[in-house]
Each structure stands twice: as structure tokens, then as C-alpha cells.
């Protein structure tokens, strides 16, 4: 893996990490991670995809990681889009690759979405994760989050794990639950953006134009299934799958059968070079 320190156009600083594969690279993935989290827990992703044949490049979040900004903030979801537009751009120039594939895993899979819509056709292919596209609040819950955000944004709520709903893999749960990378205090502001980003991605759903990969466990418990099924029915490209792993939970690449998931990803992948 390699890292460096990178200032998108966007003029976001932040951390890349890579992964690479020992000679000429079949394709090129940018990858966007989710939501309180960090590209460095997508290493045994990355080396199984350079193994390969596959190189992988992923950021660290405006507010993640170590990203240079605030951590758990953001002024507007539109910030994360305009990032990885731009942090795409850079993977191309970077790698040489004329067109790349976009993977998201949660809110990154609800980042990858808005991005595929902006930039149609010069996508290679979209690949989805258990994709943050339902988001499990009541009306008043929204109604205050909404309020909050207006009157104080950086306001902190100290946020519960659902670390069952993670994975069953408990190592990895327990490295995540002590991992200082991993903020457990988002602010409001973060909060009421991605729940107004979720509403505004279903909006743009039409104007995807690559193939997609659309994946998700069907024992997740922090985005359900259904949201999967529904962006695959709303999907009008002809060139689209929905695989459901029945058993696994949110984070599908950190399941014990992870290379399964990884696998199915390299697959569609190879097909999608001929």
C-alpha cells in the first residue's frame, strides 16, 4: 500500500492510499469509503484486488481519516460529490487510465451514486456496497436534526455503534470500536446533509449511463436490503446486477467470507474489459 498526502482541486487535503498490481493494470478503481470510517480499512480489498491484476485508489473523506479538515463536519453533502469528481480526475491523471470504475461501500456508495450521475459515460462502471439509500428516522427525529443544523451545526451527538450490525467478524469490530481514526461524535451538520442527500440521489437515479454492480448483505441492519433492490429497479441501464448475500451484514467486504464478495467483484470487473 502506498500513501501520500494530496490537495484535491476541490481544495480539500487529504490522504490517499493505493493499492497496485506488479505490472500493467487490467483497470483502474477509485474507491470512496462510508460513513465514519477511513480508506485505510480497505487494505486486504486492495491487495486482493492487485493481486489480480487491479489497481485501487481511495481518499479519506472530508472529515475522516485524515483528511486536514474537521473531523465528523461538513458544510454540504455537494462537498463529498465535488471532492471525489475531483479525486477521480487525479486518478486518471495519476494512473494513466482514460476512464475508471467507481466503487462505494455505505455513504460511500451514496456519494458514488450522485458522482456516476454527473459524469454518465465517462465512468467505466459503478459498484455499490450496501449503498446508504434509506436512511431509518422518524419524522420528528428528522424534524430535530433539521433544526439543529440550522441553529447549531457543529453541535456533537455522541453516537451509538451498532456494531452488531457491522459484521460478524469480531476482530474486526473490535479494531473498528478502537480505532482512532473512527469518530463516534459526528456533528449535526453531517447528519442532516446526508439525510437530504439520500432524497437528492434518487432524484438523479435516471441519469446513470455505466453498468453497475449492486451489492448488499441481507443482514444488514443499518441500511437495509431494499435499498439495493430499489436502486437496481430504478436503474435504466440495461447493463446492471444485484447480488444479495443472504447472512451477511452491512460491511459485506468484512465478513469472514469477504473474498467471496471480492471475487464476485473481480468478475464483473474481467467481464467488463472484453
Same mark, same amino acid.
Given at each position: 500500500?502506498?500513501?501520500?498526502?494530496?490537495?484535491?482541486?476541490?481544495?480539500?487535503?487529504?490522504?490517499?492510499?493505493?493499492?497496485?498490481?506488479?505490472?500493467?493494470?487490467?483497470?483502474?478503481?477509485?474507491?470512496?469509503?462510508?460513513?465514519?470510517?477511513?480508506?485505510?480499512?480497505?487494505?486486504?480489498?486492495? /491487495?486482493? =484486488?492487485?493481486?489480480? &491484476?487491479?489497481? $485501487?485508489?481511495?481518499?479519506?473523506?472530508?472529515?475522516? *481519516? #485524515?483528511?486536514? !479538515?474537521?473531523?465528523?463536519?461538513?458544510?454540504?453533502?455537494?462537498?463529498?460529490?465535488?471532492?471525489?469528481?475531483?479525486?477521480?480526475?487525479?486518478?486518471?491523471?495519476?494512473?494513466?487510465?482514460?476512464?475508471?470504475?467507481?466503487?462505494?461501500?455505505?455513504?460511500?456508495?451514496?456519494?458514488?451514486?450522485?458522482?456516476?450521475?454527473?459524469?454518465?459515460?465517462?465512468? /467505466?462502471? =459503478?459498484?455499490?456496497? &450496501?449503498?446508504? $439509500?434509506?436512511?431509518?428516522?422518524?419524522?420528528?427525529? *428528522? #424534524?430535530?436534526? !433539521?433544526?439543529?443544523?440550522?441553529?447549531?451545526?457543529?453541535?456533537?451527538?455522541?453516537?451509538?455503534?451498532?456494531?452488531?450490525?457491522?459484521?460478524?467478524?469480531?476482530?474486526?469490530?473490535?479494531?473498528?470500536?478502537?480505532?482512532?481514526?473512527?469518530?463516534?461524535?459526528?456533528?449535526?451538520?453531517?447528519?442532516?446533509?446526508?439525510?437530504?442527500?439520500?432524497?437528492?440521489?434518487?432524484?438523479?437515479?435516471?441519469?446513470?449511463?455505466?453498468?453497475?454492480?449492486?451489492?448488499?448483505?441481507? *443482514?444488514?441492519?443499518?441500511?437495509?436490503?431494499?435499498?439495493?433492490?430499489?436502486?437496481?429497479?430504478?436503474?435504466?441501464?440495461?447493463?446492471?446486477?444485484?447480488?444479495?448475500?443472504?447472512?451477511?451484514?452491512?460491511?459485506?467486504?468484512?465478513?469472514?467470507?469477504?473474498?467471496?464478495?471480492?471475487?464476485?467483484?473481480?468478475?464483473?470487473?474481467?467481464?467488463?474489459?472484453?
Amino acid at each position: 500500500m502506498k500513501e501520500e498526502v494530496l490537495r484535491l482541486a476541490s481544495d480539500n487535503e487529504t490522504v490517499v492510499r493505493s493499492w497496485h498490481y506488479s505490472g500493467t493494470p487490467r483497470a483502474v478503481v477509485a474507491g470512496i469509503h462510508g460513513f465514519a470510517e477511513h480508506s485505510g480499512r480497505y487494505n486486504h480489498f486492495g /491487495e486482493f =484486488l492487485a493481486e489480480r &491484476g487491479f489497481d $485501487l485508489y481511495m481518499y479519506d473523506l472530508r472529515g475522516h *481519516g #485524515l483528511s486536514r !479538515s474537521e473531523r465528523g463536519y461538513v458544510d454540504s453533502f455537494n462537498d463529498f460529490i465535488h471532492d471525489t469528481v475531483s479525486f477521480i480526475e487525479y486518478v486518471k491523471k495519476r494512473s494513466g487510465a482514460s476512464r475508471v470504475f467507481l466503487f462505494g461501500h455505505s455513504m460511500g456508495g451514496l456519494i458514488a451514486v450522485n458522482v456516476a450521475a454527473i459524469l454518465g459515460d465517462d465512468l /467505466e462502471g =459503478l459498484i455499490t456496497s &450496501g449503498a446508504a $439509500l434509506e436512511v431509518r428516522t422518524t419524522l420528528a427525529q *428528522g #424534524l430535530l436534526l !433539521s433544526i439543529l443544523g440550522s441553529v447549531s451545526p457543529k453541535k456533537r451527538i455522541r453516537l451509538p455503534i451498532a456494531t452488531e450490525c457491522l459484521t460478524s467478524d469480531e476482530s474486526v469490530v473490535r479494531r473498528y470500536i478502537e480505532d482512532p481514526l473512527v469518530f463516534k461524535d459526528p456533528t449535526v451538520k453531517l447528519l442532516v446533509e446526508f439525510g437530504r442527500a439520500v432524497q437528492e440521489a434518487w432524484r438523479k437515479v435516471d441519469a446513470i449511463r455505466c453498468p453497475a454492480l449492486i451489492l448488499h448483505g441481507e *443482514g444488514d441492519c443499518l441500511v437495509p436490503a431494499s435499498a439495493s433492490r430499489n436502486l437496481y429497479e430504478r436503474l435504466r441501464v440495461p447493463d446492471k446486477t444485484l447480488v444479495v448475500y443472504k447472512g451477511m451484514r452491512h460491511e459485506i467486504l468484512n465478513e469472514p467470507e469477504w473474498t467471496r464478495v471480492a471475487g464476485d467483484i473481480v468478475e464483473w470487473l474481467n467481464r467488463h474489459l472484453i
